[in-house]
């Protein structure tokens, strides 16, 4: 079975959200191209939106994005001890580090996007869409709002 191309404005809307790995892999910058003729070329692309670059974003509002993660996480069930800012740790593009000080003296690093919540705050509620919405890191690995605050609140190291 051959998997169908992806079609050329789905493709441009993905690589114009931020999708660096898509990008780079259709601009040519890791890999050329594969030649529809070689049996690897109708391998399925995996993709994760939102993990791109926001570079016109501030750390200030990540800052405040922060204070409504400590709230959300709170109204959960997980009470955090604070959390600080960890500028030496920052991704950057967009994206900036703290260090948010959990139960038990877990300290878990988190690279929030400093842009304003509405547009970061994923929570399955209707009329969003998971697409739509950047990544944040937790530990190294990118997370919608809500499943950060689920990561957040587990016991696990």
């Keep these: 079975m051959t998997a169908a191309p992806l079609p050329a404005e789905l493709l441009d809307h993905l690589i114009d959200t931020g999708n660096k790995a898509l990008n780079d892999h259709y601009h040519g910058d890791l890999m050329p191209l594969p030649n529809p003729q070689t049996p690897w070329s109708s391998m399925p692309i995996t993709i994760n939106p939102g993990t791109g670059p926001?570079?016109?974003?501030?750390?200030?509002?990540?800052?405040?994005?922060?204070?409504?993660?400590?709230?959300?996480?709170?109204q959960a069930g997980t009470?955090?001890?604070?959390?600080?800012?960890?500028?030496?740790?920052?991704?950057?593009?967009?994206?900036?580090?703290?260090?948010?000080?959990?139960?038990?003296?877990r300290s878990t690093e988190v690279q929030m996007p400093g842009m304003p919540v509405d547009q970061l705050r994923y929570m399955e509620e209707p009329g969003q869409h998971p697409i739509a919405f950047p990544r944040m890191y937790v530990d190294g690995s990118s997370w919608l709002w809500c499943y950060a605050l689920s990561r957040c609140a587990t016991d696990e190291d």
């Design 79 to 105: 009470v955090a001890a604070g959390f600080a800012a960890a500028p030496g740790l920052d991704y950057g593009e967009g994206r900036y580090a703290f260090l948010l000080e959990l139960p038990g003296g």
């Design 54 to 74: 926001l570079p016109e974003f501030t750390r200030a509002a990540a800052a405040e994005n922060m204070a409504r993660f400590v709230e959300d996480l709170a």
